[in-house]
């Protein structure tokens, strides 16, 4: 059996993604109703991919800054 490596979870809950943008749970439920955020729906909760949320607060991956002149 194989692990998985340790990593920076690759979706969010609804919860940790008002947490990090400093707004309220039912703004990110507004978003996500909205379209302005991409969302999947697991059960009756959803889950907003990390790659939107780098995209939302403008974060780029580290080689690319580098590569940028960073």
Avoid: W
């Avoid at 400093?22 to 703004?27: E, L």
């Avoid at 959803?46 to 780029?60: C, E, F």
Wanted: aromatic share 8%.
């Amino acid at each position: 059996m194989t692990q998985l490596p340790n990593k920076a979870p690759q979706f969010y809950t609804v919860a940790e993604v008002a947490e990090l943008t400093r707004v309220s749970r039912m703004t990110v439920y507004r978003m996500v109703h909205s379209g302005e955020l991409p969302a999947v729906r697991f059960g009756s909760s959803y889950r907003v991919p990390k790659s939107a949320i780098d995209a939302l607060l403008g974060v780029q991956d580290e080689p690319t800054a580098r590569a940028a002149g960073e």
